[in-house]
T-cell receptor, first 115, second 113 residues
Framework: NAGVTQTPKFQVLKTGQSMTLQCAQD?????MSWYRQDPGMGLRLIHY???????DQGEVPNGYNVSRSTTEDFPLRLLSAAPSQTSVYFC??????????????FGPGTRLTVT | DQQVKQNSPSLSVQEGRISILNCDYT??????FLWYKKYPAEGPTFLIS?????DKNEDGRFTVFLNKSAKHLSLHIVPSQPGDSAVYFC????????????FGDGTTLTVKP
């Protein structure tokens, strides 16, 4: 299993540009999430999905859009990039409730710089 | 309002000694807690978890303690090894809304040989 994969690893955008961060998992996990991590801070939830066709907002959803058409893929779209969106973005997945197991599996991250 | 707090940004310990990382939370609805470990340029990896029905969970060198009345949990690493040097994140979840986890800001642990 490749686990959770993210592309690209690095990206530089100009203010106002749009782009899509890709995330895929091959573990048949129902739950998928997108987080951003800013320097010295923890991971903040942007959007999450509990299954194909179902998405919801997290703590910091503004400026981002998601959709989930398949179990495997959960792309994150930046609609009009702003310097405040400079961050490291992590995608994560986990199984639906299985007793007490709630641990998430994270991808390696995408480092995004907006100039 | 930050619901999960790790008040120590960094911790330095000698190899072989105990490392104790602390985490406080404010939302009494949280009932499942996790610790993740993160190396530079990698994604976080799951380390250990605890349900609110327990007060202790052990896995090898790692033990997590939960004090519900104080809304406090701690991660003990014994003995500490240089390979344990990483950022440790505490996360909290609610089983009624378990699609979402709230993370603390992390503690950078340095284990000196």
């Amino acid at each position: 299993n490749a686990g959770v994969t993210q592309t690209p690893k690095f990206q530089v955008l100009k203010t106002g540009q749009s782009m899509t961060l890709q995330c895929a998992q091959d573990m048949n996990h129902e739950y998928m999430s997108w987080y951003r991590q800013d320097p010295g801070m923890g991971l903040r939830l942007i959007h999450y999905s509990v299954g194909a066709g179902i998405t919801d907002q997290g703590e910091v959803p503004n400026g981002y859009n998601v959709s989930r058409s398949t179990t495997e893929d959960f792309p994150l779209r930046l609609l009009s990039a702003a310097p405040s969106q400079t961050s490291v973005y992590f995608c994560a997945s986990r199984l639906r409730n299985t007793g007490s197991y709630y641990e998430q599996y994270f991808g390696p991250g995408t480092r995004l710089t907006v100039t | 309002d930050q619901q999960v707090k790790q008040n120590s940004p960094s911790l330095s310990v000698q190899e072989g000694r105990i490392s104790i990382l602390n985490c406080d939370y404010t939302n009494s609805m949280f009932d499942y807690f996790l610790w993740y470990k993160k190396y530079p340029a990698e994604g976080p990896t799951f380390l250990i978890s605890i349900s609110s029905i327990k007060d202790k969970n052990e896995d090898g060198r790692f033990t997590v303690f939960l004090n519900k009345s104080a809304k406090h949990l701690s991660l003990h690493i014994v003995p500490s090894q240089p390979g344990d040097s990483a950022v440790y994140f505490c996360a909290a979840s609610r089983t009624t809304n378990a699609g979402k986890s709230t993370f603390g800001d992390g503690t950078t642990l340095t284990v000196k040989p």
